[in-house]
């Protein structure tokens, strides 16, 4: 599945950005699809997963509450909705997809940017 990242951008604190991500095969061939983010000098953690079977979604702690991940299964997409951005959401964002193997698949990477 080859992944393409967009909707990345420059915010104050406290707004909102949403990132979409096209894949180009059935995202429901997969076993999840996820949004992952890298902060300057840091490792890329997970920020949210959708699991293709049930449509379940998990958060990191930090944006419980802020953000939301979405799908659309017609489309081969799949969202990213930012609210309540802080400071510390700045990032690469990355688009990732995990074959039902476990094999990983990842986008571009979007850039967040969130200042005060």
């Known amino acids: 599945v080859q992944l393409q990242a967009s909707g990345g951008g420059s915010v104050h604190a406290g707004g909102s950005l949403r990132l979409s991500c096209a894949a180009s095969g059935n995202i429901l061939s997969t076993r999840s699809m996820g949004w992952y983010r890298q902060a300057p000098g840091k490792q890329r953690d997970l920020v949210a997963l959708?699991?293709?079977?049930?449509?379940?979604?998990s958060y990191a702690e930090s944006v419980l509450g802020r953000f939301t991940m979405s799908r659309d299964v017609a489309k081969n997409m799949v969202y990213l909705e930012m609210n309540m951005l802080q400071l510390e959401d700045t990032g690469l964002y990355y688009c990732n997809s995990k074959s039902r193997s476990g094999r990983d698949s990842w986008g571009q990477g979007t850039q967040v940017t969130v200042s005060s």
């Open positions: 959708i699991l293709s079977d049930g449509g379940y979604t």
